[in-house]
């Protein structure tokens, strides 16, 4: 589903801990997702990337890390992240337009 985070069980899972997954829906039969993933490190631009505690840790969405993955790499689904839908299209927004 948009906006669900999941726990990244990829190479890069201690930089990246979770991916939010940006695909709409309309897309629910391709094998790949749209995702954005979530770092600690690094400084934060409010517009690009929001941030949020999850589990505990202060994690901000890491915009310019967007990517496509395959869908069956999402195993772990942590969260909904719906409610914070205009702060994660303002994201992208921001990414691809610069305001």
Not at 6 to 17: K, S, T
Not at 48 to 55: A, G, R
Request: aromatic letters at 10%.
């Amino acid at each position: 589903m948009q906006f669900d985070l999941y726990r990244n069980e990829g190479e890069n899972a201690d930089l990246f801990p979770y991916v939010l997954d940006v695909t709409n829906e309309l897309h629910h039969l391709s094998k790949l997702r749209v995702v954005i993933p979530l770092c600690s490190d690094g400084a934060a631009i409010t517009h690009l990337n929001p941030t949020w505690t999850i589990e505990g840790r202060k994690l901000y969405l890491s915009t310019m890390d967007i990517a496509g993955i395959p869908a069956a790499m999402l195993q772990e689904r942590v969260a909904n992240f719906a409610d914070r839908r205009n702060e994660i299209v303002d994201a992208v927004d921001f990414l691809i337009h610069g305001f």
